[in-house]
């Protein structure tokens, strides 16, 4: 794997969608990736209270909306640890993988790692991948550069030729604007409990699914699945 870019991009997936996927698109080719793989959350540890849906229905709608993509891929590794999953786990976890030629590319959405210094061991995040950071629409990018210098070390400069703050020490800190699709799967979930149309958000293989499982089903004025007869996975 000598020489190797492997782009990393964590998250619920619940499901995953069109924001996501053009994305992963743009990073994958701007930063000439060698694979990407999505990596959906085990129990993810922001969410411990909102039911979210199984693993196995996440990562089978991965694979649908990666399919036939080459270069993209899929990683169940979050799913088979125990507890909740940690992006410093997880990324050591690839480090070992992958071996010391590859480089580790994580993606994550500028509304994500505003929050970065809640994630265990967020410090060392910094020494075993580069961050690509994307824009996200409702988030503003003036953010970034406080946040970086506050909470991981003042150190990080910008340089705007490379749209990337560096550090003598640390990785690099990308900040890649993508194209700003206003769409989170947190509303697709909510249209679907209001059996509104989500067509045009996700892939349609994925859509299938999700009426095949009878995912995200629409929830009556009482609280009530009319599907299941009881609310989950709001
Ligand atoms: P939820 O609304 O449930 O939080 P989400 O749409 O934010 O779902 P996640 O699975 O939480 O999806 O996101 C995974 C990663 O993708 C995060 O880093 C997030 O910031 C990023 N992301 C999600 N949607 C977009 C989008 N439309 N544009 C750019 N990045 C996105
Ligand atoms: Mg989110």
Redesign the pocket.
């Known amino acids: 794997m000598t020489g190797s870019r492997l782009g990393l ?6 499901p995953i ?1 069109f ?2 996927l053009r ?1 992963a698109e743009e990073v994958a080719e701007g930063f000439r990736l060698s694979r990407l793989l999505f990596v959906p959350s085990g129990q993810p540890p922001h969410k411990p209270h909102r039911p979210v849906v199984e693993f196995e229905h996440r990562l089978a709608m991965v694979r649908l909306a990666s399919a036939g993509r080459p270069g993209f891929g899929v990683s169940d590794v979050e799913g088979h640890r125990r507890g909740p999953s940690y992006t410093v786990d997880t990324l050591g976890f690839f480090q070992k993988a992958w071996g010391p030629a590859a480089t580790l590319y994580f993606i ?5 790692f505003l929050d970065v210094a809640s994630w265990r061991d967020y410090r060392r995040l910094f020494t075993l991948a580069h961050l690509v950071v ?4 409702g988030t503003d990018p003036l953010d970034l550069e406080p946040l970086l210098k506050a909470m991981v070390s003042v150190d990080y400069a910008w340089y705007e030729g490379e749209r990337a703050f560096f550090h003598p020490r640390l990785l690099p800190v990308h900040y890649r604007p ?1 194209a700003p ?7 697709i979930r909510r249209r679907a409990h209001r059996g509104e149309s989500i067509r045009y958000l996700i892939p349609d293989p994925v859509r299938e699914y999700i009426d095949n499982n009878r995912l995200y089903q629409p929830i009556g004025p009482d609280g009530l699945s009319f599907g299941r007869g009881k609310e989950e996975n709001v």
Not at 181 to 187: E, F, H, N, T
């Open positions: 991009m964590g998250g619920t997936f619940n969608h924001g996501h994305a994550v959405g500028l509304d994500a994307i824009s996200r629409p993508v699709l206003d769409i989170s799967s947190s509303a």
